[in-house]
């Protein structure tokens, strides 16, 4: 009994330590965090199926799937997520109406829709991080996009031209990743609710993990369509815990729907 | 005859990614629910591409005479995580598929179930299994 319970006892010492973060944090030789890894996917590659196998695949909406209203419904529970989104951007006062259009037309507009690239901080978290002394290498499986963020003190390329992603560099901040990113190209959006920005606009991206958890958290400043700076919803991820875990390559894009939207219902 | 139920939310949960939209615009706003129709023909192309797979159609009437569709469904990543790949969705085959068209008259319509020679089907749509009728 007494061998029981001290074996009891050290397996939740033990458990104890496992969950602190401090020992859970994984560094690297220079003694910053290790962010890599890949942020995404499943564990277990998905089994395709059999030649001849029969399936049913269903996106889900809520309604029977013989329901007449189910398009309906698609864009009703859409506008419903939308209206109750509870972090919009400060957009000045002036500016609403032209946001509102923008969005009502978004089927039409929004440059995401016609397989232009989404742009940082639309883009969201990676889906792989590559760690290496003085350079982090950020892979977003959509799209196929990388961004290469120089984190050996350089400034800013002055001669860098605008872009979807951006010029960026990072630097550490006691265990986070403070990623500073310029010269975006007015031409993406930051959501598809009709969020539209200007080439003013200076984005903070901050990276920090805890053990098998990463945070994303990005801050917005856009002084032309900005009262203030918007701090988007950060973004939590868990480590893809398959150690051989790939990303894996994204279709190509080939939008052939615009010219046969003939109402402007949209969600 | 195996089903396999798959939903969007189940690939979320698991990819802890944020939720994919299923369609980048609204289906309301380019296809007639009320307008199913189906087709019967040889697959002639799969494009396996973003943000929605095509699959090309030569249907032929009673006189031999081809019209050519094109019917959309969801995404590869949908149709991937589903178990799907491309060369299942029947490339130079013989299929009947249930679809909805377009609402500009296009022969373009959004699909339902694609049913092959051998009697095996791929039905892949929208909803909640939960809510059918029994």
């Known amino acids: ?267 | 005859m195996k089903y396999i139920l798959w939903t969007g939310a189940m690939a979320v949960a698991l990819s802890g990614a944020a939720a994919p939209a299923l369609a980048h615009h609204s289906l309301q706003s380019e296809y007639d629910i009320n307008q199913s129709i189906t087709l019967k023909g040889t697959v002639t192309k799969v494009d396996w591409v973003n943000p929605h797979v095509y699959v090309y159609l030569d249907v032929k009437d009673d006189k031999g005479a081809v019209t050519k569709w094109a019917v959309t469904t969801l995404p590869p990543g949908n149709l991937r995580r589903g178990g799907l790949t491309r060369d299942l969705l029947g490339y130079g085959e013989t299929v009947s598929i249930l679809a909805f068209r377009a609402r500009d008259g296009a022969n373009l319509a959004f699909l339902r179930t694609i049913t092959f020679a051998d009697g095996h089907k791929l039905e892949i749509w929208l909803g909640d299994a939960s809510k059918e009728n029994p």
């Open chain 1, 1 to 267: 009994m007494a061998r029981a319970m001290s074996s009891l006892v050290a397996a939740m010492a033990i458990a104890a330590l496992c969950a602190s973060p401090a020992l859970a944090q994984r560094r690297t030789a220079d003694g910053h965090p290790d962010l890599s890894g890949v942020w995404a996917g499943r564990e277990e590659a998905v089994k395709a199926l059999a030649p001849g196998q029969s399936t049913r695949i269903l996106f889900p909406v809520r309604t029977n799937p013989d329901d007449k209203r189910i398009f309906d419904e698609m864009d009703r529970a859409a506008k419903e997520r939308q209206a109750a989104e509870p972090n919009k951007p400060p957009y000045k006062p002036e500016l609403a109406g032209k946001v509102q259009l923008l969005s009502d037309k978004r089927q039409f507009n929004d440059p995401a829709f016609y397989c232009k690239p989404l742009g940082v901080p639309r883009l969201g978290p990676p889906s792989q991080i590559v760690q290496t002394p003085g350079l982090v290498v950020l892979l977003y499986q959509g799209r196929n996009t990388f961004r290469t963020i120089p984190t050996d003190g350089r400034a800013h390329n002055a001669e860098a031209d605008w872009t979807w992603n951006g010029d960026s560099v990072g630097r550490w901040e006691g265990d986070t990743l403070v990623i500073d990113t310029a010269k975006l190209v007015e031409d993406s959006w930051l959501g598809a609710d009709g969020w539209f920005h200007s080439n003013k606009m200076h984005v903070v991206e901050r990276l920090s993990r805890k053990g098998d958890a990463l945070t994303w958290a990005a801050t917005v400043e856009d002084p032309v369509v900005f009262t203030k700076a918007w701090e988007m919803t950060p973004r939590n991820l868990k480590l893809n815990p398959n150690p051989k875990a790939l990303l894996e390559e994204d279709p190509p894009c080939l939008e052939q729907d615009g010219p046969h939207i003939v109402t402007d219902d949209h969600h």
